[in-house]
C-alpha cells in the first residue's frame, strides 16, 4: 500500500519573525504600560485589558504592533492600528491612544523605537529615496511591516539578552534600520522633517517652540517669523504635517497637561487652567470637557475610580 505524505505548511520568515519578538517582549514586558531596556531608544508596552483614552506626546519613532489592536487620534484623524502593521511618525504631535482589544490570555504587545532626525539627515545625501512627496505630507502614518524592517528590529531586540554586544552592534542595526524606512514605502514621509531647509524642518521647528512655550500666548505672526514662514505657510504646512493648525495644536498640549496635574499633583481646577496659560477657568472647564469627554472634576473622579493613571502619560506610542 503506498501512503502519500501531505506536505507540511512551515511558517513563513516574517511569521516566523513576528512569534520570536512576541515571545521576547512578552518574557521583558512581565507589567501593564511601558517598560523601558537596556538600550534607551526601545521600550515595550503591555496591556491586559481594554484601556480607556490616553494622552500621549508621540516623539519621532517606529511603532510596531504584535498583539491586540489600538486606535490613535490625531486632530479629528483616526489611524487604526492592527497586527502586523508598524506606525511611523516623524514629528512631536499630541494624540489620544486607545487600547481596543487585549486579555490576559493575549495582552496587547508593542515595539517603540525613538528615532533621531539628526541621524536620518545624515542618511539623506547618501539615499535614494523610492519617490518623493508632491506635497507636505502628515507626519504620522501606518505601514505593513516588511521582512527588511522586521528583520533588523528583531536583531535589535535579540540583543537584550546579549548585554555585552549590545553597545557595539546596537548602533549598526540602528543605522541598517533607518536605511529600511527610508527606503521603504514611508521613506519619502520620514524625511521631509529630516531635510535641511526643507517645509518639514521648518514645522518641526515651530513645534519645537510650541512644546517650550506652550503656556505663553500663541502669536502666529511672530512664530511664522521665527522659523522663516509666512503665516499663512505656516498655517497650511502645519495642518498637513500634524493635521490639527498652530492653536490646535497647542491647546492640545495645554489639556493633556492639565490633566496631568490635576491627577498627579492634585492642583484645583482653577490652579491647572492658570499653569497651562488659561486666563478664564470657565474658557477651560468647556475647552477640557470637548477634549476629554467631561469636565475637569468628574473626568478627574472616573479615572481615579478605575485607577486609570496611564490616561496622562505624555510619551512616545505605546
Known amino acids: 500500500m503506498n501512503t502519500q505524505f501531505q506536505p507540511i505548511e512551515m511558517p513563513s520568515r516574517l511569521e516566523q519573525d513576528y512569534e520570536e519578538l512576541t515571545a521576547i517582549v512578552e518574557r521583558y514586558a512581565q507589567a501593564e504600560g511601558v517598560t523601558a531596556t537596556a538600550w534607551p531608544a526601545l521600550s515595550f508596552f503591555r496591556a491586559d485589558t481594554p484601556s480607556d483614552r490616553s494622552c500621549a506626546l508621540y516623539e519621532p519613532c517606529l511603532g510596531l504592533l504584535l498583539q491586540g489592536n489600538k486606535h490613535v487620534l490625531v486632530g479629528e484623524e483616526r489611524l487604526e492600528q492592527e497586527y502586523g502593521h508598524y506606525l511611523i511618525n516623524s514629528i512631536d504631535v499630541p494624540v489620544t491612544a486607545q487600547v481596543v482589544r487585549a486579555s490576559p490570555q493575549e495582552p496587547c504587545l508593542c515595539i517603540t523605537l525613538r528615532l533621531d532626525p539628526l541621524r536620518i539627515g545624515e542618511w539623506l545625501s547618501e539615499v535614494k529615496l523610492p519617490k518623493p512627496l508632491n506635497a507636505t505630507a502628515r507626519g504620522i502614518a501606518l505601514s505593513p511591516a516588511s521582512p527588511e524592517v522586521l528583520d533588523p528590529l528583531l536583531r535589535l531586540v535579540r540583543l537584550l539578552d546579549s548585554p555585552q554586544d549590545l553597545p557595539l552592534l546596537a548602533p549598526l ?43 505663553k500666548p500663541l502669536r502666529i505672526a511672530e512664530l511664522a517669523g521665527m522659523v522663516n514662514m509666512s503665516p499663512s505657510s505656516l498655517h497650511h504646512h502645519f495642518r498637513q504635517i500634524t493635521a490639527m493648525s498652530p492653536l490646535q495644536y497647542q491647546k492640545v ?8 496635574l490635576l491627577l498627579t499633583e492634585g492642583c484645583d481646577v482653577a490652579t491647572a487652567a492658570h499653569r497651562v ?27 481615579r475610580a478605575i485607577g486609570n493613571m496611564a490616561c496622562v502619560e505624555l510619551d512616545v506610542p505605546a
Not at 521648518?202 to 503656556?215: E, G, K, S, V
Open 253 to 260: 498640549l495645554r489639556l493633556h497637561e492639565a490633566r496631568r
Open 277 to 303: 496659560g488659561y486666563e478664564s477657568p470657565s474658557q477651560f472647564s468647556r475647552e477640557y470637557s470637548r477634549q476629554h469627554g467631561a469636565p475637569p472634576l468628574r473626568d478627574v473622579m472616573r479615572l
Open 173 to 215: 542595526i540602528e543605522r541598517e534600520l533607518i536605511y529600511r524606512l527610508l527606503t521603504g514605502e514611508q521613506g519619502a514621509r520620514l524625511a521631509q522633517i529630516a531635510s535641511a531647509g526643507g517645509q518639514g524642518q521648518q514645522i518641526a521647528r515651530a513645534i519645537h517652540w510650541l512644546r517650550q512655550h506652550f503656556n
